[in-house]
């Protein structure tokens, strides 16, 4: 069932890209776009998983595919894309210096309340590659997350993690708290 879940959230996305000419889009409303499907499949995949199989079944989810459907949707949408967290449970997530600055930004508009979760940062950098478009956009902890992220996780989860995840540093979180970000890059032509 959740391959079948998976390639219908799959498809689902890729209806939803289709027509979209990359030329015409400016590199922000792609990287909004892109990281709007990310969020919103995740999402909806995450939550079903938690329905069906409970807090254990959403972490294999995480764990052997989550990283595969974001570089699915990053191709689609033809950007980089990853989701980055000062607190991460898979070393893959870590921010790079750029990204931990604006994790920081984001945590501080969050204490004086001006943070949502259509919060946007885009800026133009250079690196190696060229000029860069970097566009980063909060996730904050909602209820479902909380069975894998909060404070008091699901029965048997603890053990789970340790499997998956020994060096997990994302755990006793709160609903609204920020969790981290989804990133994306696009090298300007």
Not at 32 to 59: E, F, I, M, P, W
Not at 62 to 69: F, I, P, S
Request: proline share 4%.
């Amino acid at each position: 069932m959740r391959t079948a879940t998976f390639i219908i959230l799959l498809m689902i996305g890729f209806a939803s890209t289709q027509g979209q000419d990359r030329a015409t889009t400016s590199p922000l409303e792609r990287s909004r776009g892109a990281a709007v499907d990310l969020l919103t499949t995740l999402k909806a995949t995450l939550v079903n998983h938690l329905q069906q199989g409970g807090a254990a079944a959403a972490l294999a989810l995480c764990a052997d595919t989550a990283q595969v459907l974001t570089e699915s949707i990053a191709t689609r949408h033809g950007v980089t894309m990853r989701r980055v967290s000062s607190r991460w449970r898979n070393p893959l997530d870590a921010p790079d210096e750029y990204e931990a600055e604006v994790l920081e930004e984001f945590q501080r508009r969050l204490e004086n309340g001006t943070l949502s979760d259509t919060t946007e940062h885009a800026a133009v950098s250079a690196d190696g590659r060229g000029r860069i478009f970097r566009y980063l956009r909060p996730i904050l902890i909602q209820r479902p997350c909380l069975s894998c992220h909060g404070e008091a996780l699901a029965p048997g989860l603890t053990d789970a993690l340790k499997q998956y995840y020994p060096q997990d540093q994302a755990t006793g979180y709160s609903e609204g708290d920020l969790r981290g970000a989804v990133s994306v890059q696009l090298v300007l032509e």
